[in-house]
């Protein structure tokens, strides 16, 4: 009897459900690269960094031009990240640290994949009319000034369009590169209905 | 070409097809949910015809209901385990089993679960008639 079964020719469905396995043994694989990649999503978002790469100031005809070069970086293995979008507000600091000139949105937008360890450059023009910032020392009686930016960055993710991911660095500097400093990691809630089999936003 | 017996009895065919169904399934929810936390009709297509394949394999309406609800069980099952490792791995808190009950369930309900539905409807029918 158990040798009858073993000579049993292969059927069509036989082979079929073979080929079923190979699709369950190809999923299996594939379903373990996707979860290795989503548990790397978590840790991923405290290994965001902002860094102020160069401040370099040009002359032209009535002041002075700041050309800003930020670079943000994924420094873990999550890929699936992108830049939707920046805001940087500039506070512009006197020496003594308590004076400060507001001088707002600072331009600057970059849209992309944030791919790990390849930074995104993010670059913005600061204009300062002549006179400004030695006015702004001689009043203040201070020394020198740093340049205050607080950059909200706004990160796409799998959880779009359900959930936005909003990372807020701030960072000072008299020009030199400087590292920023995360303050605040907000994943929101917006209110979107997703699913029900409809299509992708 | 001589058969294994792998599938003989028939009844560890239509387990051994539930099982891989199920795990498709998951796959298939896992691809699509930790890309986009959606659904895409192409994803729904393919729930619906991983349904007409392996109840067509199996071949019996009866079973192959029971075998849709029981694959959908267990893909859902593989998918929230996988979808829930961050918390077993301590990166994440329990909050994240909310947002992810939150986004299968609004993924999941209504379409793609009556598509993949229809689909094991269709392949029982065409496994009695055709295989």
């Known amino acids: 009897m158990e040798r009858e079964k073993t000579k049993r020719p292969m059927t069509v469905r036989d082979k079929l459900t073979l080929g079923l396995i190979l699709i369950f043994l190809a999923s299996t694989v594939d379903m373990a690269v996707g979860t290795y990649n989503y548990v790397a999503f978590f840790p991923t978002l405290s290994h965001l960094s902002l860094q102020v790469q160069s401040l370099s100031p040009t002359k032209t005809a009535n002041g002075t031009t700041y050309q800003a070069t930020f670079l943000l970086e994924n420094l873990f293995r999550y890929q699936g990240l992108s830049v939707k979008g920046v805001d940087t507000v500039l506070d512009i600091h006197g020496g003594d640290n308590k004076s400060v000139i507001s001088y707002g949105s600072v331009p600057g937008t970059v849209k992309g994949p944030l791919e790990p360890y390849s930074p995104v450059k993010i670059e913005s023009k600061i204009d300062i009319i002549d006179g400004t910032l030695t006015e702004f020392t001689r009043l203040n009686n201070t020394v020198g000034v740093r340049f205050g930016f607080t950059s909200d960055i706004h990160l796409g993710t799998f959880l779009e369009p359900a959930f936005l991911l909003d990372l807020t660095f701030s960072c000072s500097t008299n020009g030199s590169p400087q590292d920023c400093v995360l303050e605040a990691t907000d994943l929101t809630a917006t209110g979107v209905q997703v699913g029900g089999g409809g299509g992708a936003a | ?131």
């Open chain 2, 1 to 131: 070409m001589d058969s294994l017996s792998l599938f003989y009895p028939e009844r560890r065919r239509k387990i051994t097809v539930t099982l891989c169904w199920g795990a498709i399934l998951a796959s298939i929810l896992a691809s699509a949910l930790f890309q986009r936390s959606v659904l895409s009709p192409l994803d729904t297509t393919f729930m619906f015809a991983v349904g007409v394949f392996a109840t067509a394999l199996i071949g019996d309406i009866e079973y192959g209901l029971l075998g849709y609800f029981a694959a959908f069980f267990l893909g859902l099952s593989i998918f929230f385990l996988a979808a829930t490792l961050p918390i077993l791995l301590g990166t994440q808190d329990f909050s994240l089993l909310d947002l992810w009950i939150a986004i299968i369930f609004r993924a999941v309900f209504p379409f793609p679960f009556i598509i993949a539905l229809l689909g094991s409807i269709i392949g029982s029918a065409v496994g009695e008639k055709y295989l």
